[in-house]
């Protein structure tokens, strides 16, 4: 089954404390990225990846690092979270940047 | 800058009614537009997409959306709606280079029974 697949799904943490959001596709898709969901603001996207070890800022890539040393694998780094990044996270990916995304289900990190 | 603006945030609605959602974006080139929905806890999922061709594209669950080119507009459009359909739906697009999808702020809809 065509899968992308984050983890963890929620977590609760503190302010400064290094966390990273895993996130994995089994379609041999190019393309992966990073969003963000906030209400009333929609999806902004942190960072985008069109191939190994090709990554590149989005709208929102303040406090954030990506690696992309798979194709499989786009991990979203948050080195010192911050309150202001308790948001719901999604990862996707596509063939290439303009087909349509294959969305995870989501990560909720609260930061407090 | 690219942007979408989706004109109604809140749209409640009941059964058997049309619905017309509005979705301008602001782009100089070529565009790839789509509609996505998020069902409530769940993901996003493709609705339709545009690429070329005939404006009047038609997706999932019968829905439909127009391009106007002239407009720079992608409505979505459904003559009945159902208690299902019930979500968040996010207009979206990439432009010439295709490497960012720009999305709107969505429009909540809700279908009473």
């Known amino acids: 089954e065509a899968q992308v697949t984050q983890n963890p799904r929620y977590l609760i943490t503190v302010t400064g404390k290094k966390l990273t959001v895993t996130c994995s596709q089994n379609?041999?898709?190019?393309?992966m990225s990073w969003y963000r969901q906030d209400p009333g603001l929609g999806l902004r996207q942190i960072y985008y990846?069109?191939?190994?070890?090709?990554?590149d800022k989005g709208d929102v890539p303040e406090g954030y690092k990506v690696s992309r040393k798979e194709k499989r694998n786009f991990p979203l780094i948050l080195e010192s979270p911050s309150p202001n990044q308790t948001s719901l996270y999604f990862c996707?990916?596509?063939?290439?940047?303009?087909?349509?995304?294959?969305f995870g289900d989501g990560t909720r990190l609260s930061i407090l | 800058a690219q942007s979408v603006s989706q004109h109604n945030h809140h749209v409640i609605l009941s059964e058997a009614a049309s619905l017309e959602l509005g979705c301008n974006y602001s782009y100089g080139g070529t565009v790839n537009l789509f509609w996505y929905v998020q069902y409530p806890g769940q993901h996003l999922q493709l609705l339709l997409k545009?690429?070329?061709?005939?404006?009047l594209v038609k997706g999932i669950k019968g829905f439909e959306a127009e391009f106007i080119k002239s407009k720079f507009s992608f409505n979505l459009r459904k003559p009945s709606v159902q208690w299902s359909d019930t979500a968040e739906y996010f207009c979206?697009?990439?432009?010439?280079?295709?490497?960012?999808?720009?999305f709107g702020g969505g429009t909540r809809l809700m279908v009473k029974p």
């Open positions: 996707a990916s596509s063939w290439t940047g303009n087909q349509p995304q294959h």
């Open positions: 979206a697009f990439t432009g010439n280079a295709g490497n960012m999808l720009t």
């Open positions: 379609m041999n898709h190019e393309y």
């Open positions: 990846s069109m191939n190994v070890e090709v990554t």
């Open positions: 545009y690429f070329s061709g005939d404006p």
